[in-house]
């Protein structure tokens, strides 16, 4: 699938209007990677020339720790990167692609270039960003709760931890 039919199927993008869309997949570029290819690092910090957002188009990325323990995997219409484009903080997981793998990159400078021009579209955007972000939250919530509560396993089995 294209960038655009990407976006337009995603439900992480199902607000986007079709201008919107449009702006999107001219702006975003298509990038093939290899199985293996390590997105992100564990703790490294998003550098502002090399910070950026992807959304996976073909494939499929996992989420790990930086000592391998899988927190997830992501496939075609999900995101991931996308708190590098609110700050500059260290990287939460690490993320690599398994087995070839596509991706539309929207790149922090992108992203701000699109802030001074496109307003309304980075807004729309940020509030994207925010919605992920949002999920992410709740998700961990969740596992803390129960922790809390005196069930860790759920927390254990995401990090690796049960026996």
């Not at 702006?23 to 298509?30: G, K, T």
Request: charged share 25%.
């Amino acid at each position: 699938m294209s960038i655009r039919e990407t976006l337009a199927t995603s439900p992480h993008f199902q607000d986007l209007d079709a201008d919107e869309l449009d702006l999107l997949d001219r702006v975003m570029v298509e990038r093939k990677w290899p199985g293996g290819h390590v997105f992100l690092r564990e703790g490294d910090r998003a550098a502002s020339l090399t910070a950026a957002m992807y959304v996976i188009l073909e494939g499929e990325v996992l989420v790990s720790t930086g000592k391998g323990t899988e927190l997830g995997r992501l496939g075609p219409g999900d995101l991931f990167g996308h708190m590098s484009l609110l700050d500059h903080g260290p990287r939460g997981a690490a993320c690599t692609s398994v087995g070839r793998t596509r991706t539309a990159e929207l790149t922090r400078a992108t992203f701000d270039e699109l802030q001074r021009s496109h307003t309304a579209v980075a807004a729309r955007w940020k509030l994207l960003v925010a919605g992920q972000l949002a999920r992410d939250l709740r998700m961990l919530t969740g596992l803390v709760r129960s922790a809390a509560a005196g069930d860790s396993g759920p927390l254990r089995r995401r990090l690796g931890l049960a026996s």
